[in-house]
């Protein structure tokens, strides 16, 4: 069983692929939920972090505002190319077919449009254990085992494969799997596909470069964001996409400005950050709604995920040490002449976000 929270996300966000399977009589049963005109546009999903950055944008978003019934035959076309090229075997390799689409109306142009291949294959005679290999180019992909004891849960890369599953069951995540599985989530959600939560680390590093107050604001804010995390992620707090993503950007503006009037650590900046935090907990939640976690290893998942998402922001503050802080942190212009303007940068950049969060 897995539990997680369900976020929509915007249209040009990319999230994994997600494959349900079952055994039914003697077949595999698959629902392929996926970005469809992101595949069907040809991107390469492994290089492509925001489909607005994209050389195939305008084919994308052609798709995108195609009804169901027009994207119908695209989506048939590149199931017809792309189906064989997930690979997947039962001793032999499985021939996959095409047995349904479903293919959400256009609503919402802002959000992204999920659909469904719905797929199917004879499974030979005695065979007792599956074999995933998912394609280049493809992304992530989370990969969810159904009705049997004990069930399967992965994630993959591209051009990675899965364990053998049992087809009865049984592969269930241990401890460990779970814990060391959501390391890379967590940490591909800071680097490179958390553009926000980059900003909002630099924010904290352009107050000042040295260890004590990033220490202090470090702690604060994971703290902050753990606590948020687990509740949101258990079921505990519920709260809008439509509220949380505008004060994240929010948020960013906030402590990209304060860098700018403020010249030292005053008591409320880490109560402002824990408070920051929290809200960010939030949207790590909306990540791990996309994954789903298997409930009987959640805290192992959700330590696995935190730990990724801290060695992301320790990896973003090293960078932005090893190209900015150590070579001039010490000038006596810096704050003038580096923190200042990339804070204001950062604020510009939340403010335009929260702009477009809210209106657009």
Same mark, same amino acid.
């Given at each position: 069983?897995?539990?997680?929270?369900?976020?929509?996300?915007?249209?040009?966000?990319?999230?994994?692929?997600?494959?349900?399977?079952?055994?039914?009589?003697?077949?595999?049963?698959? !629902?392929?939920?996926?970005?469809?005109?992101?595949? /069907?546009?040809?991107?390469?999903?492994?290089?492509?972090?925001?489909?607005?950055?994209?050389?195939?944008?305008?084919?994308?978003? @052609?798709?995108?505002? *195609?009804?169901?019934?027009?994207?119908?035959?695209?989506?048939?076309?590149?199931?017809?190319?792309?189906?064989?090229?997930?690979?997947?075997?039962?001793?032999? &390799?499985?021939?996959?077919?095409?047995?349904?689409?479903?293919? &959400?109306? %256009?609503?919402?142009?802002?959000?992204?449009?999920?659909?469904? *291949?719905?797929?199917?294959?004879?499974?030979?005679? !005695?065979?007792?254990?599956?074999?995933?290999?998912?394609?280049?180019?493809?992304?992530?992909?989370? *990969?969810?085992? #159904?009705?049997?004891?004990?069930?399967?849960?992965?994630?993959?890369?591209? @051009?990675?494969?899965?364990?053998?599953?049992?087809?009865?069951?049984?592969?269930?995540?241990?401890?460990?799997? /779970?814990?060391?599985?959501?390391?890379?989530?967590?940490?591909?959600?800071?680097?490179?596909?958390?553009?926000? #939560?980059?900003?909002?680390? *630099?924010?904290?590093?352009?107050?000042?470069? +040295?260890?004590?107050?990033?220490?202090?604001?470090?702690?604060?804010?994971?703290?902050? #964001?753990?606590?948020?995390?687990?509740?949101?992620?258990?079921? %505990?707090? +519920?709260?809008?996409?439509?509220?949380?993503?505008?004060?994240?950007?929010?948020?960013?503006?906030? %402590?990209?400005?304060?860098?700018?009037?403020?010249?030292?650590?005053?008591?409320?900046?880490?109560?402002?950050?824990?408070?920051?935090?929290?809200?960010?907990?939030?949207?790590?939640?909306?990540?791990?709604?996309?994954?789903?976690?298997?409930?009987?290893?959640?805290?192992?998942?959700?330590?696995?995920?935190?730990? !990724?998402?801290?060695?992301?922001?320790?990896?973003?503050?090293?960078?932005?040490?090893?190209? %900015?802080?150590?070579?001039?942190?010490? #000038?006596?212009?810096?704050?003038?002449?580096?923190?200042?303007?990339?804070?204001?940068?950062? /604020?510009?950049?939340?403010?335009?976000?929260?702009?477009?969060?809210?209106?657009?």
């Amino acid at each position: 069983m897995l539990v997680g929270t369900q976020s929509p996300l915007r249209a040009h966000e990319l999230s994994p692929t997600v494959i349900d399977f079952r055994v039914i009589d003697g077949q595999l049963a698959m !629902g392929i939920r996926l970005n469809l005109e992101a595949f /069907a546009a040809g991107m390469d999903l492994d290089a492509v972090v925001n489909t607005d950055t994209a050389e195939e944008v305008e084919a994308y978003q @052609g798709l995108r505002a *195609l009804s169901p019934s027009d994207l119908r035959p695209h989506a048939i076309a590149f199931a017809e190319t792309w189906l064989p090229k997930l690979r997947i075997e039962a001793a032999t &390799p499985l021939v996959l077919r095409l047995e349904e689409l479903e293919i &959400p109306p %256009v609503g919402d142009m802002e959000l992204p449009r999920a659909s469904t *291949l719905l797929v199917a294959a004879d499974l030979p005679a !005695g065979a007792q254990h599956l074999t995933f290999h998912w394609p280049d180019r493809s992304g992530g992909m989370v *990969l969810r085992q #159904h009705d049997v004891a004990q069930p399967y849960t992965g994630y993959l890369l591209s @051009g990675e494969s899965s364990p053998e599953v049992p087809i009865r069951g049984g592969a269930q995540m241990t401890a460990r799997q /779970a814990f060391v599985d959501y390391i890379p989530v967590g940490f591909e959600h800071i680097l490179p596909k958390g553009l926000d #939560h980059i900003l909002f680390v *630099l924010g904290l590093f352009f107050f000042s470069s +040295r260890l004590k107050p990033l220490l202090w604001q470090g702690s604060a804010f994971t703290l902050a #964001h753990t606590i948020t995390l687990a509740m949101a992620t258990t079921g %505990v707090v +519920r709260v809008s996409p439509a509220i949380v993503e505008p004060l994240i950007a929010a948020s960013i503006t906030v %402590v990209a400005l304060e860098n700018i009037f403020v010249r030292r650590l005053h008591p409320w900046r880490p109560i402002i950050i824990f408070c920051f935090g929290l809200l960010h907990g939030l949207g790590f939640a909306s990540v791990l709604g996309e994954f789903g976690i298997p409930s009987a290893q959640l805290l192992p998942a959700l330590l696995g995920f935190n730990v !990724g998402v801290e060695l992301g922001q320790l990896t973003v503050i090293a960078i932005a040490y090893a190209l %900015v802080g150590f070579w001039f942190g010490k #000038h006596p212009k810096y704050r003038g002449r580096v923190a200042i303007p990339a804070s204001a940068t950062i /604020a510009a950049i939340g403010a335009y976000w929260f702009v477009e969060r809210v209106f657009w």
